[in-house]
């Protein structure tokens, strides 16, 4: 218990650079309260005393604002930041060195008895306000995007996934650096419609270069022998969004 403790404060170091000590953290951060007080929760819960358990969960939402089924399984180095409306269901398992923001769901789709919510891997960040629902699967070194939606297991290592629904648009296995709100670093490459929609707009503007050229080799080899309405050749620039 006083191992988990330590190692839940010393991660936040490692996730939030507003940590000053040790003692600010223990007094002033409510996702380790959440944390601390989910783990004497769930405790309770597997020995047999559910309605009490459900009874500190419920104090421990008015406290901090986060909801943490007691029946819910938490790894080791868990960290929430902000925390305010989060909301994890009975049957949801958390790995280890997992990142949620506020308004993360981790819910279920399902009125059936039995596992309902998802499974994080170990090393998943979930940005703000992500809702990740159902008993799927999230492989680990995920990250997934702020307000995205997620329903389809996530079998890729190293994914980044965001949109409603969730889509998958990077991968990269050998990821390991924390990424705040579940968004990679370098986000050049983060949307391939954008990307698609990008290259489009360059060949636009490359194809109306070439039919300027074309008009004025035209114009001055002809002269006026040739009727040809240079009007006609113009097209209308669009610049790339960058």
Same mark, same amino acid.
């Given at each position: 218990?006083?191992?988990?403790?330590?190692?839940?404060?010393?991660?936040?170091?490692?996730?939030?650079?507003?940590?000053? *000590?040790?003692?600010?953290?223990?007094?002033?951060?409510?996702?380790?309260?959440?944390?601390?007080?989910?783990?004497? *929760?769930?405790?309770?819960?597997?020995?047999?005393?559910?309605?009490?358990?459900?009874?500190?969960?419920?104090?421990?939402?008015?406290?901090?604002?986060?909801?943490?089924?007691?029946?819910?399984?938490?790894?080791?180095?868990?960290?929430?930041?902000? !925390?305010?409306?989060?909301?994890?269901?009975?049957?949801?398992?958390?790995?280890?060195?997992?990142?949620?923001?506020?308004?993360?769901?981790?819910?279920?789709?399902?009125?059936?008895?039995?596992?309902?919510?998802?499974?994080?891997?170990?090393?998943?960040?979930?940005?703000? !306000?992500?809702?990740?629902?159902?008993?799927? *699967?999230?492989?680990?070194?995920?990250?997934?995007?702020?307000?995205?939606?997620?329903?389809?297991?996530?079998?890729?290592?190293?994914?980044?996934?965001?949109?409603?629904?969730?889509?998958?648009?990077?991968?990269?296995?050998?990821?390991?650096?924390?990424?705040?709100?579940?968004?990679?670093?370098?986000?050049?490459?983060?949307?391939?419609?954008?990307?698609?929609?990008?290259?489009?707009?360059?060949?636009?503007?490359?194809?109306?270069?070439?039919?300027?050229?074309?008009?004025?080799?035209?114009?001055?080899?002809?002269?006026?022998?040739?009727?040809?309405?240079?009007?006609?050749?113009?097209?209308?620039?669009?610049?790339?969004?960058?």
């Amino acid at each position: 218990m006083l191992k988990n403790l330590k190692e839940d404060i010393n991660c936040v170091f490692d996730r939030d650079p507003a940590a000053r *000590n040790k003692f600010e953290i223990l007094t002033t951060y409510p996702g380790v309260h959440a944390i601390l007080m989910h783990r004497f *929760n769930h405790r309770l819960w597997n020995a047999g005393f559910l309605w009490l358990a459900r009874i500190f969960s419920t104090f421990s939402r008015w406290l901090t604002g986060i909801e943490i089924h007691p029946g819910a399984t938490i790894g080791r180095r868990f960290f929430i930041d902000h !925390g305010m409306g989060i909301v994890i269901g009975e049957t949801a398992t958390v790995g280890d060195d997992c990142t949620l923001y506020h308004g993360v769901t981790l819910g279920g789709t399902s009125w059936q008895q039995g596992k309902r919510h998802p499974t994080l891997g170990n090393n998943v960040v979930v940005g703000a !306000g992500a809702k990740v629902l159902g008993p799927i *699967n999230i492989a680990d070194d995920t990250r997934i995007g702020s307000n995205a939606v997620v329903v389809k297991s996530v079998c890729d290592k190293g994914a980044t996934v965001v949109g409603i629904p969730g889509r998958i648009v990077k991968v990269d296995k050998n990821h390991k650096i924390f990424d705040a709100y579940g968004m990679p670093q370098d986000t050049s490459d983060i949307d391939p419609m954008q990307y698609a929609i990008n290259n489009m707009l360059d060949d636009i503007h490359n194809i109306d270069d070439k039919m300027q050229k074309i008009c004025q080799i035209l114009k001055e080899t002809s002269g006026d022998k040739l009727p040809l309405d240079l009007e006609s050749c113009q097209i209308r620039q669009i610049k790339p969004d960058n």
